[in-house]
Each structure stands twice: as structure tokens, then as C-alpha cells.
């Protein structure tokens, strides 16, 4: 089945250091849609961005992110980072039967120290 | 505006004991919705999906069952509850038929089984 491998566990990171998180994808689905949702503690999850066009740079609050069909990746990125944003990041996959949920990575826990 | 809310906010419980845990929308008619569970620090595992009422589809099942009385109802419950069933529960819908559709988190259920 779908499956998204999010590499990194935990990042930490100065205040004002760029952020790179890791996202690789793989599934049968020939036009996959993938998305970035960010969980703060003791909140529920909630959609970062999301993208389904090749090679397309994506942008919020931020952050962004580009998705390459070519090697299966939807990194996330942010030139510098600010203490809030210290949270939980997951990368999702959202599979061709549509009526099922997202698929999710196991998340990349951001910890931004001054 | 759709608004989605989950009951209880927060259950402690014993092992071996019954639990029904509650997830309502309003402002969407007919939504697709869902039953994730997250445990501490963990992934999203999404347990099950319905796409209407009275039809449940089970994507992993962790001893528990879910239900869907109602359009704007969605319902997760167990007869005997495990230790491995603490965890936060939520309930989420999509936005639309497609799989570009945003989903949405409910605040959440915090379960912690004794």
C-alpha cells in the first residue's frame, strides 16, 4: 500500500537557522497529492500546505515546499526559523481511493532554542 | 462555517472497562469522516472511515468498533479496554469528493487507560 518515510525524528535548531524536513512518498497512484500538516502541543492537527502539481514551489506562512514525481519528495522547508515554531510535522499522502484518509509519516518533532 | 466537536475532552479509564467516544459536525452535509489515534509523541493511525450513514469501513482495528448513527455523528467504542488504547482519538472530515480535499482534525480525545 501507500506508505510516506519522514527521516528525521527530531530536529533542533538556533532561532534564525534554516529548516529542512525530510518527506519521500511511494504509491501506485500515478497523480499523488501530498500535504504537510503541523501539530502544536496539546492541539490537534492542522494543514500546513498541500501540492499535487510536479515541480511546483508551495507557500505558507513561511514555509514551502515543492513536489518532485521525479524522486518521490516533498521536503519542507523554511529559510529561518522562529521559536514558534517548535511542533510536530507530518508529511501526508492522500491515496486514489480519495474516500479514505490521509496517509501519514511517522512526524519530525521541531524543537527551536534562542 | 463547518465546526467539528468531539466528547469527552479528556477520559481516564480502567482496563477492561467500556469506553464510546463521540465526534459531531455541523455545517457539512454528508461529509466523509474519520477516527484517528495518535499515540504519545506517535504517528496518526487512522482506525476507520465512513462515507455515509450506517457504513464503516475499517482500516486498522486495535479492538475497537465504530459506528455512524447519524449524518453529522460519528461514534469509536470498545466493550474492554486496554492498556494500549491510551492515546489522543480524533475525528476528522474532508472537504470534498476528490483526493485534493483538505481534512480536518476535531480537537481531539485524550484517553488514558489505567
Redesign the interface.
Known amino acids: 500500500g501507500d506508505s510516506v518515510t519522514q527521516t528525521e525524528g527530531l530536529v533542533t535548531l538556533t532561532e534564525g537557522l534554516p529548516v529542512m524536513l525530510n518527506c519521500t512518498y511511494q504509491t501506485i ?1 500515478s ?1 499523488p ?1 501530498l ?1 504537510w500538516y503541523v501539530q502544536h502541543l496539546n492541539e ?4 500546513l500546505l ?1 501540492s ?1 502539481t510536479d515541480n511546483k514551489r508551495t507557500e505558507h506562512q513561511g514555509f514551502h515546499a515543492t513536489l518532485h514525481k521525479s524522486s518521490s519528495s516533498f521536503h519542507l522547508q523554511k529559510s529561518s526559523a522562529q521559536l514558534s515554531d517548535s511542533a ?1 510535522y ?1 508529511c ?1 499522502l ?3 481511493n ?10 519530525t ?1 521541531v524543537s527551536v532554542f534562542p | 462555517a463547518q465546526t467539528i466537536h468531539q466528547w469527552p475532552v479528556a477520559e481516564i479509564k480502567a482496563v477492561g472497562s467500556p469506553l464510546s467516544l463521540g465526534c459531531t459536525i455541523k455545517g457539512k452535509s454528508s461529509p466523509n469522516l474519520y477516527w484517528y489515534w495518535q499515540a504519545t509523541g506517535g504517528t496518526l493511525q487512522q482506525l476507520f472511515y465512513s462515507i455515509t450513514v450506517g457504513q464503516v469501513e475499517s482500516v486498522v482495528q486495535l479492538n475497537l468498533s465504530a459506528s455512524r448513527p447519524k449524518d453529522d455523528q460519528f461514534i469509536l467504542s470498545t466493550e474492554k479496554l486496554l492498556l494500549s488504547h491510551s492515546g489522543f482519538y480524533l475525528c476528522a472530515w474532508r472537504t470534498g469528493l476528490g483526493s485534493y480535499a483538505e481534512q480536518f482534525f476535531g480537537p481531539g480525545t485524550r484517553l488514558t487507560v489505567l
Open positions: 497512484y497523480n497529492f500535504f490537534s492537527p492542522r494543514l498541500k499535487f510536530l507530518y501526508a492522500s491515496e486514489g480519495y474516500a479514505q484518509g490521509l496517509t501519514f509519516g511517522l512526524g518533532r
